[in-house]
């Protein structure tokens, strides 16, 4: 047994490394998704005219939102293979270039939010909802370069294994939200009831809060110094902006694949009758509560491979990796056995409608089979992530979700009649296909050192 103690130890350093990275990534993840549930709560005490105009905005404003993140998932791996290999005095520089990213970025969001009309009418929103709709994205606007810079601040903290100012700022905002949300939307303290557009204004200003604290502890905390943040003003540099975009790009384009097809999925499902999209709402909303377990999870397998890339540690690689898919594998053993034997008790939760209830657990018993799937599909996709490798996987999900999970979903819900239940074997055919060739992308990345050129690429820069 004595010659594969190394091997035990090395493994049990992995998967504590891991969980202690993702701990609290999962808590701010989770923070995040609460962040819409106060919106809703506070929106659906107003009245249901100011929930239904926050429903829609929100949906909007998630595409934004989505866009930021997607966009800054290029700095956690960049920091990460710098942190890696010893080159923490070069950190400052790429910091410097994803805040010019993150500010031209949200820029371009603020204006694409506040021109948000052709996609309302896409959506075919009622018009007695239209003004409320647009007066909230308008609001909520201001707070998308906050948004952008919070997530590079995230991206520094988190590519150096500092992932506990994450869930600090993302509950503090949550906090915030509560009662700010409530003086604004219902009009307290002098200050008149503003409804769906004080919810904007409430979202936006936490957003700010949550940027300028995060910061400030940024500038004042040890944990960063060292790493040439502030010695320094830097205009911008297109080629360090240009390496960034070349991970970020396709990172946003495979995270709007992703959103796409669950807005389109939910689109359809709502053509089919109000029962059947309550039901759907309910196993969404139960679906995307657990997804954040292996999201925050897979934020810290880019870090760890992202470490070991920049040491040129090859086995590393493969530790990192496959302990983050393992463990994935082990939280999503959890959600699916909790959605597989309680389906009908989860749905109670929400509604004591019995056809709802009917439905809802045929579908939250659907999402808990692409447990798995989806779980590994994230999880691949986050090592990937840490090889700075995007492009291929930006082009399999595009294909899994829009080429096979669309069509398929689409075939059995119209084709066979099998509404909403054909939409989400869809899903699940989708993740499936992604899971699988994701999964086998990463293996044979790391097995076949392709990780060696983007190390290479990295050390040329």
Excluded at 408 to 433: N, P
Aim: net charge positive.
């Amino acid at each position: 047994m004595k010659p594969f103690r190394p091997e035990r130890a090395r493994l049990q350093h992995e998967v504590r490394a891991t969980v202690r990275l993702a701990l609290p990534l999962i808590a701010a993840q989770l923070a995040a998704i609460g962040s819409n549930v106060i919106d809703t709560v506070l929106a659906g005490h107003v009245n249901e005219h100011v929930l239904g105009a926050v429903a829609v905005g929100a949906n909007i404003w998630s595409l934004a939102i989505v866009s930021g993140i997607g966009m800054m998932m290029a700095v956690p791996p960049s920091v990460a293979q710098l942190d890696g290999a010893g080159r923490r005095p070069e950190v400052g520089a790429v910091f410097h270039q994803a805040l010019w990213m993150a500010l031209g970025m949200g820029v371009l969001l603020w204006f694409a939010v506040r021109h948000a009309e052709p996609l309302i009418d896409f959506i075919g929103v009622t018009p007695s909802l239209r003004h409320d709709v647009q007066r909230f994205l308008l609001a909520i606007s201001w707070g998308a370069p906050a948004l952008t810079c919070y997530f590079a601040l995230r991206g520094l903290s988190e590519g150096l294994s500092l992932t506990r100012p994450s869930m600090y700022f993302s509950l503090g905002g949550l906090v915030l939200l509560i009662p700010l949300g409530y003086v604004l939307m219902f009009g307290k303290l002098g200050i008149p009831p503003q409804g769906a557009h004080g919810c904007g204004v409430a979202t936006a200003i936490v957003l700010w809060l949550e940027m300028l604290a995060f910061g400030i502890y940024v500038v004042f905390r040890r944990n960063y110094r060292g790493l040439g943040l502030f010695e320094r003003f830097e205009w911008p540099d297109l080629r360090r902006i240009g390496q960034l975009l070349h991970i970020g790009l396709p990172m946003t384009v495979t995270l709007l694949a992703e959103a796409g097809l669950f807005v389109a999925t939910a689109l359809i499902i709502a053509t089919l009758g109000e029962s059947v999209i309550a039901s759907h709402q309910i196993a969404i909303n139960i679906a995307s509560f657990f997804f954040m377990i292996p999201l925050g999870l897979a934020m810290a397998i880019t870090v760890r491979v992202g470490n070991a890339v920049g040491r040129g540690d090859e086995q590393g690689v493969r530790y990192a990796g496959f302990c983050g898919i393992g463990l994935t594998l082990v939280t999503q053993l959890v959600s699916a056995g909790f959605m597989l034997g309680l389906p009908h008790f989860i749905a109670t939760l929400y509604t004591r409608d019995p056809k709802v209830i009917m439905l809802a657990a045929q579908l939250i018993m659907l999402a808990g089979v692409f447990q798995f799937s989806d779980g590994i599909q994230v999880a691949a996709n986050g090592a990937l992530r840490g090889l700075k490798d995007t492009r291929v996987p930006m082009a399999i999900t595009l294909f899994a979700y829009w080429v096979v999970g669309m069509p398929v979903g689409w075939w059995l819900a119209f084709h066979h009649g099998m509404g909403a239940r054909g939409m989400w074997i869809g899903l699940i055919a989708g993740l499936s296909v992604a899971a699988v060739m994701l999964f086998t992308r990463f293996w044979r990345s790391a097995w076949k050192q392709r990780w060696r050129r983007h190390l290479s690429i990295t050390a040329a820069a």
